[in-house]
T-cell receptor
Framework: AQKVTQAQTEISVVEKEDVTLDCVYETRDTTYYLFWYKQPPSGELVFLIR??????QNEISGRYSWNFQKSTSSFNFTITASQVVDSAVYFC????????????FGPGTRLSVLP | NAGVTQTPKFQVLKTGQSMTLQCAQDMNHNSMYWYRQDPGMGLRLIYY???????DKGEVPNGYNVSRLNKREFSLRLESAAPSQTSVYFCASGLGKAAYNEQFFGPGTRLTVL
């Protein structure tokens, strides 16, 4: 069975702090894709990143970085120098089939960045 | 280019009433999806359509039906609404091929069943 765990239900940080959101996944497939989505207070889901199982390179995009480690089945997301606009619910997701028909989402982590 | 649109944005129903949630995408995507989002549970897949003319059940299909009207439109119907169906419903679309299969989401429909 496929499963995504986000153990942190809620996190609060003060602006400019760094924060890491944890994501641990379970799958028996050797080919799979991992995603992060952001859901700001307005409610829409915004795609942030996709990573396939064969690419363990870490990725950095501005203040965002992702650490993918197959050895620990983790795909963690770090926000550097957090800002109030980063306040949102963040979802980690996994899909394992060729046509992405079976997205499995984690329960989400609510991040509050306080001024 | 509107992306994925959903109507209505809000709806209140009484138990037993029926309604259809509409979804349309203008990105020429093959696959479309319906999810529900409940507090603390992330998003759960209700139904999906891999391509025009096909639909399949997801994780939580009971109490729902879907229609893939054409490539652009994918509707979700509640035949007899129940309070357990109070949720936020998201429609999504995607190319449906492994290398490009991030999903693009609509703004959501907040449904309350009394």
């Amino acid at each position: 069975a496929q499963k995504v765990t986000q153990a942190q239900t809620e996190i609060s940080v003060v602006e400019k702090e760094d924060v890491t959101l944890d994501c641990v996944y379970e799958t028996r497939d050797t080919t799979y894709y991992l995603f992060w989505y952001k859901q700001p207070p307005s409610g829409e889901l915004v795609f942030l990143i996709r990573r396939n199982s064969f690419d363990e390179q870490n990725e950095i995009s501005g203040r965002y970085s992702w650490n993918f480690q197959k050895s620990t089945s983790s795909f963690n997301f770090t926000i550097t120098a957090s800002q109030v606009v980063d306040s949102a619910v963040y979802f980690c997701a996994l899909t394992y089939d060729n046509y992405g028909q079976n997205f499995v989402f984690g329960p989400g982590t609510r991040l509050s960045v306080l001024p | 280019n509107a992306g994925v649109t959903q109507t209505p944005k809000f709806q209140v129903l009484k138990t037993g009433q029926s309604m259809t949630l509409q979804c349309a995408q203008d990105m020429n995507h093959n696959s479309m999806y319906w999810y529900r989002q409940d507090p603390g549970m992330g998003l759960r897949l209700i139904y999906y359509s891999a391509s025009e003319g096909t639909t399949d059940k997801g994780e939580v299909p009971n109490g729902y039906n879907v229609s893939r009207l054409n490539k652009r439109e994918f509707s979700l119907r509640l035949e007899s609404a129940a309070p357990s169906q109070t949720s936020v419903y998201f429609c999504a679309s995607g190319l449906g091929k492994a290398a490009y299969n991030e999903q693009f989401f609509g703004p959501g429909t907040r449904l309350t069943v009394l």
